[in-house]
């Protein structure tokens, strides 16, 4: 076989792996936009900063010489509860205002984080450590990293977790009957605004998880969340918004797709490929891969 | 007569922060055991009185009181949770859930895990299609199925006053009679109800009293045997 052929096929095979490593950390981000969504039709914009304030945390709580699982607790926690207090009094007085105060609301919100993480933490971009010490398997001409190979394992696991509790607890079921028909579901006696205020928690939860475990690609600041946040938002869309496994989905695809173009192409336009797909997917689908066109309701 | 379990006193209720008053000034009673027919043709305000009374629309003035305590001021998941369940116009279902999952959403407030077996084998005595077909998503069903859903679903949160809001609308005339014979039989065992119709005539042969809404205003109450024989009724429910 030609071997500039071997060596493009190999190289290609390590973007994938790195891109699925990537990936898992979007799907991680992309599945409390979309709950959130879900539940309540709000494009949160401040959700990337929800998942800043959570791995400021876990770094300070690192640094006070925490153990990396109790770290990474505070983060998931500190992510929960700002999410859940910025629903009570931001989001939840103007929820029936209509969807667009709603947006400019969400806009505002993810400003003021930006410039409050910059107050509070200072703007200079801190290191969170890898989760686990770092060990690197050669196979053939690829390298696999057991962070990799964790971070999609944890991806997976949280999927089981939310199909699981969707599906088979009290709470989940009443998260599936409020996104949706809410007033049928308060008709049912579910208490609609805590369902809310789970998934706002739950959503951010595992966005502050997603924070921690990015610290083996990338250092965090203040202003993190802007650009994870918009991926994040396009791998929903992407995989159809609203949609749990649709959020996976789109997070492996963007994944892959930054690191086959950034490695085969051009490093330069790593940011850009996420909006190339959702214009493609805008035009070709704009429901999402996994999104149904819905009937409207009579 | 039995005791009271529902009052509307002086009921009003606007739309569109007061621009439109939709329902104005009623009051009307029930009593245990009954089953009440509102009649009113489209727009006249049943829709909105029963949102109201289960607490998704707030009565801008007037006082509503569920077993003689005040429920205007409780959102609606604490209302249903006292025993004031409601089928609502359009069927509502949860479309993504299955029949089961529906069901179960109605018994969401219950812990009671052997009543609400026999519960489900109840309904599903009702309505057998619903059984058959236990784990198929909602939005399989027929209109007229998911209309029986609609009204077992209520039914499983176990309420003492049930409020249907148009159970036989669109719905094939064979249907019909079925759903008029679970709501008899509801109400056999014990539960009070509150009905909406737009199908006068059965609707008033199994009720024991009716209202009439005339543009948000009540014109006529009285028994149903008599409305029955009412000329107005007659010439504009029953078209005689
Ligand atoms: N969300 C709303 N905003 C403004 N006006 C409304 C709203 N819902 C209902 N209305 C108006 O209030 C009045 C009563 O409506 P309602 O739905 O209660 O009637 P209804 O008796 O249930 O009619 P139908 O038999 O068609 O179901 C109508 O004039 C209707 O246009
Ligand atoms: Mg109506």
Redesign the interface.
């Given at each position: 076989m030609n071997q500039n052929l071997t060596f493009f096929l190999w190289d290609c095979l390590q973007y994938l792996i790195n891109g699925i490593a990537q990936g898992s950390l979007y799907a991680l981000v992309a599945l409390g936009y979309t709950m959130v969504y879900g539940i309540i039709r709000l494009v949160n914009f401040a959700h990337g900063e929800f998942l800043m304030i959570g791995a400021m945390c876990g770094f300070y709580a690192l640094k006070f010489s925490l153990p990396m699982g109790a770290a990474i607790l505070v983060a998931m926690l500190s992510s929960g509860i700002i999410a859940v207090v910025v629903e009570r009094i931001v989001y939840r007085p103007i929820r029936a205002s209509g969807r667009i105060p709603a947006l400019i609301t969400a806009i505002g919100t993810s400003l003021f984080f930006q410039y409050f993480g910059q107050l509070t933490f200072g703007a200079d971009p801190k290191t969170i450590p890898p989760f686990i010490a770092e060990k690197i398997f050669n196979l053939g001409e690829v390298n696999v990293s057991n962070v990799q190979i964790a971070i999609f394992g944890i991806t997976f696991f949280v999927l089981i977790f939310l199909w699981w509790l969707t599906h088979f607890t009290k709470v989940g079921k009443a998260m599936r009957a409020t996104s949706f028909n809410l007033a049928a579901a308060e008709l049912m006696g579910i208490d609609t605004n805590k369902i809310i205020s789970f998934t706002f928690f739950l959503g951010a939860a595992i966005a502050g998880l997603g924070g921690m475990l990015m610290g083996y690609t990338m250092s965090i600041e203040p202003m993190m969340g802007m650009n994870l946040g918009t991926k994040a938002f396009v791998a929903a869309v992407v995989g159809g918004i609203g949609i749990i496994p649709g959020a996976a989905l789109g997070g492996f695809i963007i994944g892959i797709a930054e690191n086959l173009v950034a490695g085969l192409y051009k490093s330069s336009f790593r940011d850009g490929v996420s909006f190339f797909i959702l214009i493609i997917i805008l035009l070709v689908k704009p429901s999402g891969i996994l999104g149904k066109n819905i009937k409207e309701k009579v | 007569m039995n005791e009271k379990i529902l009052e509307l006193k002086n009921i009003n209720i606007h739309y569109g922060d007061g621009a439109i008053h939709a329902v104005k000034n009623i009051s009307l009673e029930i009593y245990k055991g009954e089953i009440i027919t509102l009649l009113g043709s489209n727009g006249a305000g049943k829709t909105t009185t029963l949102h109201t009374i289960?607490?998704?629309l707030k009565p801008t003035s007037g006082e509503i009181l569920f077993n003689n305590e005040p429920i205007h001021h409780l959102?609606?998941?604490k209302i249903?949770?006292q025993g004031l369940?409601?089928s609502?116009e359009?069927r509502?279902?949860?479309?993504?859930?299955t029949i089961l999952?529906n069901l179960?959403?109605?018994a969401?407030?219950r812990a009671d895990l052997n009543e609400i077996k026999a519960d489900y084998e109840f309904v599903f005595s009702l309505f057998p299609k619903l059984k058959e077909r236990e784990n198929q998503l909602a939005q399989t069903l027929s209109g007229g199925e998911q209309q029986m859903l609609a009204i077992a679903?209520?039914y499983m949160?176990k309420p003492t006053l049930l409020l249907l809001d148009e159970p036989s609308l669109g719905i094939a005339p064979i249907l019909v009679s079925s759903i008029f014979k679970a709501i008899k039989e509801i109400n056999r065992r014990g539960m009070t109800i509150l009905l909406v119709e737009q199908n006068a005539y059965l609707a008033l042969k199994i009720s024991t009293r009716a209202y009439v809404l005339t543009n948000g205003e009540i014109t006529l109450k009285g028994p149903a045997h008599e409305l029955m024989n009412n000329s107005d009724i007659k010439k504009a429910y029953l078209g005689q």
């Open positions: - | 289960s607490g998704l959102p609606a998941h249903t949770a369940a409601q609502p359009g509502q279902v949860f479309a993504n859930m999952e179960e959403m109605g969401y407030l679903r209520a949160a």
